[in-house]
């Protein structure tokens, strides 16, 4: 089954943190991609640009709005994801336990609904 484990943390905490921090950060990630790879676990994954580049799409009776966003009232953003293919949810918990940024922020489960029709 498919899970997408969505890395959330603190914007502002993270960019304190100096830049050899979060290059380790991000080179545990991309270890953490090849192992997942190896294990034929890897589908995707990568960070997000900051929620400053952000856009909100909406539509309502028809018309879109565009708005810079987001503005949700939050301490932690959506930092970046890892797409993976594990047997169930307690393997994928084992793997969300790999992810560097549950050190730092939250690191949300969710399994991907699949549906008929997509290419």
């Given at each position: ?108 489960i969710r399994p991907v609904k699949p ?5």
């Open positions: 089954m498919q899970y997408m484990l969505l890395v959330h943390h603190d914007e502002e905490a993270f960019m304190k943190l100096s830049e050899a921090a979060r290059r380790r950060m991000l080179d545990e990630s991309i270890e953490l991609t090849h192992q997942l790879h190896a294990s034929g676990q890897y589908l995707s994954a990568s960070p997000l640009q900051p929620t400053s580049t952000a856009a909100l799409v909406r539509v309502r009776d028809g018309k879109p709005t565009v708005t810079d966003g987001p503005f949700v009232e939050t301490k932690e953003q959506l930092a970046g994801y890892f797409l993976i293919d594990a047997g169930d949810l307690n393997e994928a918990i084992l793997i969300a336990n790999r992810v560097p940024g549950a050190r730092f922020g939250t690191v949300e549906v008929s029709g997509l290419p």
